[in-house]
Structures are given as C-alpha cells and as structure tokens.
C-alpha cells in the first residue's frame, strides 16, 4: 500500500512538472565569443538538477571510495573478535564438560594481545592444572602474564597453590597438611 502511494505521488509530481513546462517558454544565453548558445529555461533547469545530482553521487563515491580501507580493516577486527570469542568460548564448553586436553588445544589456537587471549592461557592454565602437568600450567601461566596484566595477580596465585601443593606432597605430608597448618595446629595445642 505505502509503494502504491509513492507511485502515485511520482506521477503525479512527473504531471505537475509537465504542465509547468508548457507554460514556460524563456530561454538561457551562454555568449563565450565566438561561440553562442541558446537553450530553454526549462533545459537550463534541468541541467542544473542533474549537475547537482552527478555532483552528490560523485561527491559520495569518493568519501566511499576514502573510507573504504577504513571500513576493510574493522571488517577483519570485527570477524577476528567473533572468531576469537568463539573459540575461547568452545574451550570452555570443553573445559567445564572435564575435556581439559581438548580445551587446552581449542585454546592454544588463540593467539594476539587483547583480553580473550589472556583469559584463554588463563583457562588453560587451570585445564593443565586440573591434569596434573605443573610445567604446562606454568608454561600458560606466564604467557598470560604477558598477554595481560590485570590477568597476573591470578595466574601467580595458581602457581603459588601449585607449588605448595606439589611442594608438600614432595616432602613425604600424607595427610595433606601444610608445616604452616601443623605448626599452628602445634602453637594451638601447647597454649
């Protein structure tokens, strides 16, 4: 209905200017010697709206044709950005599904500065923890470090528990106490 309506109005614009036309019979004088020119008003006025016309397309073209590169580049940042954040999020879909092996691969893939990489080594980090390989997570742990580092403060947190966890297993505790809980269990005893 709305499409009809703008035919009509077009035709009936076309018609008005028609009947414009006819009554108008002035005439425009281009004089560059020796050269002369006669045109009608209602030529001269036509030519002058599609001057206009050819001028605004032009005129467009070019701020497209200079944005262009512009617009390229936030292409390909913008797809990358999707790209990255589906893979950090398919890690961890594998990571929280216990697929820590797979999660850790999906992740390594990421790569770049930014946040999603750091938080990736971050992931992967805490997948490789969970499997037991304390080099890997040390490994995913520094990498996030220089990625980011807001993202430092727990990676170096997780490194602390690491080696306190392999630390007092290493040193024959079976009970899983730390010297630090077993002198305070001791100070609180002898009190």
Same mark, same amino acid.
């Given at each position: 209905?709305? !499409?009809?309506?703008?035919?009509?109005?077009?035709?009936?614009?076309?018609?008005?200017?028609?009947? !414009?036309?006819?009554?108008?019979?002035?005439?425009?004088?281009?004089?560059?010697?020796?050269?002369?020119?006669?045109? =009608?008003?209602?030529?001269?006025?036509? #030519?002058?709206?599609?001057?206009?016309?050819?001028?605004?397309?032009?005129?467009?073209?070019?701020?497209?044709? !200079? =944005?262009? *590169?512009?617009?390229?580049?936030? =292409?390909?940042?913008?797809?990358?950005?999707?790209?990255?954040? %589906?893979?950090?999020?398919?890690?961890?879909?594998?990571?929280?599904?216990?697929?820590?092996?797979?999660?850790?691969?999906?992740?390594? @893939?990421?790569?770049?500065?930014?946040?999603?990489?750091?938080?990736?080594? !971050?992931?992967?980090?805490?997948?490789? =923890?969970?499997?037991?390989?304390?080099?890997?997570?040390?490994?995913?742990?520094?990498?996030?470090?220089? #990625?980011? *580092?807001?993202?430092? @403060?727990?990676?170096?947190?997780?490194?602390? @528990?690491?080696?306190? +966890?392999? +630390?007092?297993?290493?040193? +024959?505790?079976?009970?899983?106490?730390?010297?630090?809980?077993?002198?305070?269990?001791? %100070?609180?005893?002898?009190?």
């Amino acid at each position: 209905m709305k !499409s009809l309506f703008w035919i009509l109005v077009l035709f009936a614009l076309a018609v008005g200017i028609s009947l !414009s036309m006819h009554i108008n019979e002035g005439y425009v004088l281009f004089v560059l010697p020796p050269y002369r020119a006669e045109i =009608s008003f209602n030529f001269a006025i036509l #030519l002058t709206v599609l001057g206009f016309v050819a001028f605004y397309v032009l005129l467009r073209a070019l701020v497209l044709a !200079s =944005s262009l *590169p512009r617009r390229i580049r936030e =292409s390909r940042a913008r797809r990358q950005r999707e790209k990255t954040a %589906e893979a950090f999020g398919e890690g961890v879909r594998l990571y929280l599904a216990g697929k820590q092996r797979k999660a850790i691969d999906t992740v390594a @893939k990421l790569s770049g500065e930014g946040v999603w990489p750091a938080l990736a080594a !971050s992931l992967a980090a805490r997948a490789a =923890s969970e499997l037991g390989n304390l080099e890997e997570q040390r490994k995913w742990q520094t990498r996030a470090a220089e #990625l980011d *580092p807001r993202v430092e @403060k727990p990676a170096a947190a997780v490194a602390e @528990k690491a080696d306190d +966890g392999a +630390g007092g297993a290493g040193q +024959g505790e079976t009970t899983g106490e730390t010297a630090e809980g077993k002198a305070t269990i001791e %100070e609180n005893a002898a009190k």
